[in-house]
């Protein structure tokens, strides 16, 4: 049985509206996707900005309700759980996105951020909870000082790191990174990918990894799902898709992605001045 299962879904949005208030227009942003994530592995969604990637991310946590189609988590129809059952639930899937400020308080410090989640799901008290996120921050890689600290004293990098942190606390199977690193410092982004990488392998966790950066999901993806224009054009191992891509599109999409040019080839330093 695979962890995450998502059969056929579906996603329109209103475009047009008469005086009314009918819908007059429609766009299919998400049409007919199937894909499934098996535990502990990388499912990469890529494609063009517009494509419908993000929607399918949150569709499969059912942070948007399909209009049509099904998705099931270890097996269970996730559409079908009502609000306890559903939240519940919200404990083994979480997500990740790109700009990580925005989705933490600004006036809370980054150690009661990351143990937030034990007093929402467990009404955990003050001092373990606290205790459990420290633990998690220094896994990510910050210092004990930055528990302290709030949002807006952070780097960009750091609160990625924080927003890595929370959510792991209620220990997910499967986290939906929508574009985590695309807002980072090349540096900075290998970093954050790496550490992603080892909490994987560590944790058994599984990621739908969404992004349009395609150099990067070679290196983190198992398999990777191409999509176009709301579907799903090519899909395969990532190995096998980079190195002969049997759509057209996909190929496109590579052929823009800068590939590392090989020592030998590398012009010779020159010197100005
Ligand atoms: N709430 C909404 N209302 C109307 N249209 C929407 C809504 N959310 C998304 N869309 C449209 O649906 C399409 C798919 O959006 P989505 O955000 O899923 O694309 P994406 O592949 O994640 O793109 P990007 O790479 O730019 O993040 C886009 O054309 C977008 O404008
Ligand atoms: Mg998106």
């Known amino acids: 049985m695979s962890l995450l299962e998502a059969k056929h879904l579906t996603k329109r949005f209103a475009v047009k509206r008469n005086l009314f208030g009918r819908v007059t227009e429609w766009f299919t942003a998400v049409d007919d996707v199937s894909f499934t994530v098996e535990q502990g592995e990388t499912l990469a969604l890529v494609g063009e900005s517009g494509a419908g990637k993000s929607t399918t991310g949150r569709m499969a946590l059912r942070l948007i309700e399909p209009d049509m189609g099904e998705v099931r988590f270890e097996g269970e129809d996730l559409l079908a759980l009502d609000g306890p059952a559903m939240r519940k639930r919200r404990q083994d899937m979480q997500m990740i996105f790109q700009d990580p400020f925005s989705s933490l308080a600004p006036?809370?410090?980054?150690?009661?951020?990351?143990?937030?989640?034990?007093?929402?799901?467990?009404?955990?008290?003050?001092?373990?909870?606290?205790?459990?996120?420290?633990?998690?921050?220094?896994?990510?890689?910050?210092?004990?000082?930055?528990?302290?600290r709030y949002p807006s004293e952070l780097s960009g990098g750091q609160l990625q790191r924080v927003a890595i942190a929370r959510a792991l606390t209620l220990e997910p199977k499967l986290i939906v990174c929508d574009e985590p690193v695309a807002a980072l410092d090349v540096s900075v982004r290998a970093q954050v990918?790496?550490?992603?990488?080892?909490?994987?392998?560590?944790?058994?966790?599984?990621?739908?990894?969404?992004?349009h950066d395609l150099a990067l999901v070679e290196v983190i993806a198992d398999r990777v799902a191409v999509m176009s224009h709301g579907r799903i054009v090519e899909e395969g191992p990532s190995a096998e898709l980079f190195r002969s891509p049997k759509t057209e599109y996909t190929?496109?999409?590579?052929?823009?992605?800068?590939?590392?040019?090989?020592?030998?080839?590398?012009?010779?330093?020159?010197?100005?001045?």
């Open 193 to 211: 990918l790496n550490l992603m990488h080892d909490l994987q392998a560590e944790r058994k966790l599984a990621y739908l990894f969404v992004s």
């Open 107 to 148: 006036h809370r410090t980054i150690g009661e951020a990351v143990a937030e989640p034990l007093l929402v799901h467990f009404g955990m008290g003050s001092k373990e909870r606290l205790a459990i996120a420290a633990g998690l921050l220094d896994r990510v890689g910050l210092s004990a000082a930055v528990r302290e």
């Open 251 to 273: 190929a496109e999409l590579l052929s823009a992605v800068p590939r590392p040019v090989p020592r030998s080839l590398r012009a010779p330093a020159t010197t100005l001045g």
